[in-house]
């Protein structure tokens, strides 16, 4: 997705999710994004179905990616429809479902407008745009009155007393290099309450979830992908060399593995009632 600017500070970045990094059509990629839904799909589901996702909820899922959430909501929570958005929508070519309505945009688009939802839910997305803040404000002025938005996004819990290993190197290179490509930026997300009450949603709350990461594991493997995609701009960072990346391949497929991995973040809160002046 799209990503220029910065929330706060720092160079404007340009690059685009999906162009700079992790092209769609690589062979590699469904995997990587099909490893993390395993790990993360659970999570999310039992929170959409605890906020009452089910028949006669109208719902848009921003990047749909591979479709594994939109599967859940069209199958297993029975919605009313389902609007996938992505700026690359491939993945949902083998969906056909009568309720659904695939949408090839970019969330940052000026001219888009999609609204209104019972549910709007964003994962692994916003992370990605330096304009979040911004967005945030877009999505929750698309929820019809009582609608709900769930936004879920990475956090770090690193192990300060280790900070010199292969694997810690390896990932302050990956977000510095995700940082300086495309813009990523994780330091907002504990905000995200913040952000939905400044929006007037109410009944907000939020979750941190932390999945285990054995070695051989779906946690593992998306990891393990992930660096390999993005070898040249990790060494590019200065922090990490080659002899460096390989050690840490080589521990996330270890039995010595130990360590706390990126965590999501999931933040809900629900719109009034009745409709904000102006909609």
Do not use: K, N
């Not at 209104?116 to 999505?139: T, W, Y």
């Not at 060399?241 to 996330?252: N, P």
């Amino acid at each position: 997705m799209a990503s220029r600017g910065a929330d706060s500070g720092g160079a404007a970045r340009e690059g685009h999710y999906g162009q700079d990094l992790f092209e769609p059509d690589d062979p590699a990629e469904a995997p990587r994004i099909d490893a993390a839904a395993l790990v993360y799909d659970p999570f999310t589901t039992d929170r959409l179905r605890a906020l009452g996702v089910g028949p006669g909820s109208r719902c848009l899922e921003v990047g749909a990616g591979t479709g594994t959430v939109v599967r859940w909501l069209l199958q297993e929570a029975d919605v009313e429809q389902v609007v996938a958005l992505d700026r690359d929508t491939s993945g949902l070519d083998a969906l056909t479902d009568p309720r659904l309505r695939v949408v090839t945009a970019d969330i940052t688009d000026e001219d888009l407008e999609l609204g209104g939802f019972d549910l709007i839910h964003a994962r692994f997305v916003l992370m990605h745009l330096p304009e979040r803040r911004r967005l945030v404000s877009r999505l929750a002025a698309w929820l019809d009155p009582g609608g709900r938005l769930v936004l879920g996004d990475a956090v770090e819990v690193p192990d300060v007393a280790e900070l010199g290993s292969a694997y810690r190197r390896t990932m302050d290179a990956m977000w510095r290099a995700l940082r300086s490509t495309i813009g990523t930026d994780t330091s907002s997300v504990p905000a995200y309450p913040r952000f939905l009450r400044e929006e007037g949603l109410r009944d907000v709350a939020a979750e941190l979830h932390c999945p285990p990461m054995v070695a051989g594991g779906p946690l593992a493997r998306f990891w393990a992908e992930t660096w390999r995609r993005m070898r040249p701009e990790l060494e590019a960072t200065g922090l990490v060399d080659a002899s460096v990346v390989d050690e840490a391949l080589a521990y996330l497929a270890s039995p010595d593995l130990a360590e706390l991995g990126p965590g999501m973040v999931m933040a809900w809160g629900q719109a009034p009632d009745t409709a904000r002046p102006g909609r």
